[in-house]
């Protein structure tokens, strides 16, 4: 047992499916008492009756108080996990960019508004930010996708640095291909670069709890990510060129 997390009150948004529900599973095997949060009232209501949680449907964005309320009037965990995989390129209409956006980061920083203020008054919380490897490196075929995890990981890393000193313990989740609704919908770029390395839901939930363990900001269930993202920051050229050249094979077999 993680003993940081037993009995805590925990939210797990996008727990309907997926990452979502291995995380919520995990924290109930580990003691914790759990809301589960998906758009699909029923998977919430599946998941959160299999482990004997509290299912809380509804926009991630918009249900921190009525979880909180469900857990008694305590949120000790937050895992902002809801996340939106869109496609396309700079031409992608504008609200697949602004849903993105909105799903991406803007729910995280709003959950951020409403824990943060009852976190920092008692001096201690923890965020569970689930971002993606795209939030490290990039995605073929999916600039909203890429651009937001991107701003995911940046809100992630700024709540780190500007709160740890108060209690805050924030993790950022970064894998590649997960088994996963989510990855069969990325198509043929997906097959070519995440599917081949691809792991279960479960491997990311032991994962977040190795790094729960070891007090670690940066959890990366695919390790080879940690070499990609010094090559990306010591070489950019050398990454850059790499990923092209990916880009070019993706292109070839469509």
Same mark, same amino acid.
């Given at each position: 047992?993680?003993?940081?997390?037993?009995?805590?009150?925990?939210?797990?948004?996008?727990?309907?499916?997926?990452?979502?529900?291995?995380?919520?599973?995990?924290?109930?095997?580990?003691?914790?008492?759990?809301?589960? $949060?998906?758009?699909?009232?029923?998977?919430?209501?599946?998941?959160?009756?299999?482990?004997?949680?509290?299912?809380?449907?509804?926009?991630?964005?918009?249900?921190?108080?009525?979880?909180?309320?469900?857990?008694?009037?305590?949120?000790?965990?937050?895992?902002?996990?809801?996340?939106?995989?869109?496609?396309?390129?700079?031409?992608?209409?504008?609200?697949?960019?602004?849903?993105?956006?909105?799903?991406?980061?803007?729910?995280?920083?709003?959950?951020?508004?409403?824990?943060?203020?009852?976190?920092?008054?008692?001096?201690?919380?923890?965020?569970?930010?689930?971002?993606?490897?795209?939030?490290?490196?990039?995605?073929?075929?999916?600039?909203?996708?890429?651009?937001?995890?991107?701003?995911?990981?940046?809100?992630?890393?700024?709540?780190?640095?500007?709160?740890?000193?108060?209690?805050?313990?924030?993790?950022?989740?970064?894998?590649?291909?997960?088994?996963?609704?989510?990855?069969?919908?990325?198509?043929?770029?997906?097959?070519?670069?995440?599917?081949?390395?691809?792991?279960?839901?479960?491997?990311?939930?032991?994962?977040?709890?190795?790094?729960?363990?070891?007090?670690?900001?940066?959890?990366?269930?695919?390790?080879?990510?940690?070499?990609?993202?010094?090559?990306?920051?010591?070489?950019?050229?050398?990454?850059?060129?790499?990923? $092209?050249?990916?880009?070019?094979?993706?292109?070839?077999?469509?």
């Amino acid at each position: 047992m993680v003993e940081a997390v037993q009995d805590a009150g925990v939210v797990v948004t996008g727990a309907g499916g997926g990452i979502g529900a291995a995380l919520a599973r995990r924290f109930a095997v580990e003691g914790a008492r759990v809301v589960v $949060n998906d758009l699909d009232a029923a998977k919430a209501r599946a998941v959160a009756d299999e482990i004997g949680g509290i299912a809380v449907p509804g926009d991630a964005s918009t249900i921190v108080a009525e979880a909180r309320d469900a857990l008694g009037g305590t949120v000790d965990v937050y895992c902002a996990n809801a996340g939106v995989a869109s496609g396309g390129t700079e031409a992608a209409g504008e609200q697949v960019w602004e849903l993105a956006w909105d799903v991406n980061v803007m729910a995280h920083v709003r959950a951020a508004h409403e824990l943060l203020p009852a976190w920092l008054e008692r001096g201690s919380g923890r965020f569970v930010s689930t971002v993606s490897a795209a939030g490290l490196l990039t995605m073929i075929g999916a600039a909203p996708y890429s651009v937001t995890k991107h701003g995911a990981y940046a809100f992630a890393e700024w709540l780190s640095l500007t709160y740890r000193h108060r209690g805050l313990k924030v993790h950022a989740i970064c894998p590649q291909g997960v088994r996963t609704d989510m990855l069969d919908a990325t198509g043929s770029a997906g097959d070519l670069v995440l599917q081949p390395t691809a792991i279960e839901p479960e491997d990311v939930a032991n994962a977040l709890f190795a790094g729960i363990e070891e007090d670690r900001f940066l959890i990366l269930p695919h390790p080879e990510v940690a070499g990609y993202y010094q090559v990306r920051a010591t070489e950019p050229d050398r990454w850059l060129t790499n990923m $092209n050249h990916i880009q070019q094979k993706w292109e070839a077999g469509r």
